[in-house]
């Protein structure tokens, strides 16, 4: 943080869930004024590990400037915005809740009028044709505004992030600022394996095959998905994902209490894949790129649900920079 010593930006963070989002913005060197979400948990999460941050328990369409004068002319308006489903419409009435919050937080660009938009979601928005719609309402917004703007796809991964994590990205500017982002340049280093990663965390409890569980996780993991907050337990994803978990060894239909201790076998011929091995809330953490120290509040299952919810901070670090780089900075 010393680089950014004197200086430093200032951002709201909207729908900021767990603050991998705004982790990463503060590495970059952005400051946020206001960070609004609407879980009390992740409102929790994000006073236990930053309690000098002026946290909002709100819903966003319920949010209005006006009320939070400290919001104005901000540098940078960051939102990791509910995942948009390509079945949403921006047009009819009952449009899903999704859409509705994506269009609230164009639409705070009228009251807020920061220098820089930065939106996080699904890459599909970016690139497939079944959301032209959706990116056609957002594109007149910005232009009625007077934002240029660009979509862009990344991959967590090569940014130092031990996860196949591809996501979409709008970042918009006032003024000539986008002619000067330049997309972040991926690492020059590979990311970590999951072995490389969860090693030593695995053999924590005096497992004795953690090397051997190692040595052939040797790849990123695949996407981290956090799954409904409204119905189900803990687990690492859909079916297909699951599969991609075994065959490095993970068990993806649950998430574990504790590492395994010296009593486990990893054996992936037991059914219902409980001869492997399962991650907990922490390592999941990890692989989504946050340090060891930031802690998560809630039950296990809560805390799952952030975690997979959360945008990598190393990807909002990348991205931070880049944005502050266009701004001048």
Not at 61 to 88: I, N, W
Not at 227 to 250: E, F, H, M, Q, Y
């Amino acid at each position: 943080m010393d680089d950014f010593a004197s200086g430093r930006l200032d951002c709201l963070a909207v729908c900021a869930g767990a603050g991998g989002l705004a982790l990463g913005l503060e590495q970059a060197g952005f400051d946020p004024v206001l960070l609004l979400d609407n879980r009390p948990v992740a409102c929790e999460t994000l006073r236990l590990n930053r309690p000098q941050w002026n946290v909002l328990e709100a819903d966003l369409l319920d949010f209005d400037p006006v009320d939070h004068s400290e919001t104005y002319d901000v540098d940078l308006l960051a939102a990791g915005l509910p995942r948009v489903k390509a079945t949403a419409a921006v047009t009819r009435e009952d449009r899903d809740e999704e859409i509705r919050i994506l269009e609230a937080t164009v639409m705070l660009m009228h009251g807020v009028r920061p220098r820089a938009l930065l939106i996080e979601n699904v890459p599909d928005l970016v690139s497939k044709p079944t959301y032209e719609p959706i990116r056609e309402y957002v594109a007149t917004e910005l232009r009625h505004l007077g934002y240029r703007y660009r979509w862009l796809v990344v991959n967590a991964k090569d940014y130092g992030v031990p996860q196949d994590r591809k996501q979409g990205l709008l970042v918009a500017f006032t003024a000539d600022d986008l002619d000067r982002f330049v997309r972040p340049a991926p690492d020059t280093n590979p990311p970590l394996t999951v072995g490389e990663a969860l090693g030593v965390s695995m053999a924590a409890r005096g497992w004795p095959e953690a090397a051997a569980w190692a040595a052939q996780a040797d790849r990123v993991a695949p996407t981290v998905v956090g799954g409904s907050w409204n119905r189900g337990g803990a687990d690492l994803g859909p079916t297909g994902s699951k599969r991609s978990w075994a065959r490095i060894g993970v068990n993806g239909g649950t998430i574990a209490d504790e590492v395994p201790g010296a009593e486990f076998h990893l054996d992936p011929d037991v059914p219902h894949d409980k001869g492997l091995v399962a991650l907990t809330v922490e390592q999941a953490a990890r692989l989504q790129g946050f340090p060891d120290d930031w802690a998560f509040a809630g039950r296990k299952t809560a805390r799952y649900r952030q975690v997979g919810h959360a945008s990598p901070p190393p990807v909002g670090r990348a991205v931070g920079l880049a944005i502050r780089a266009a701004l001048g900075h």
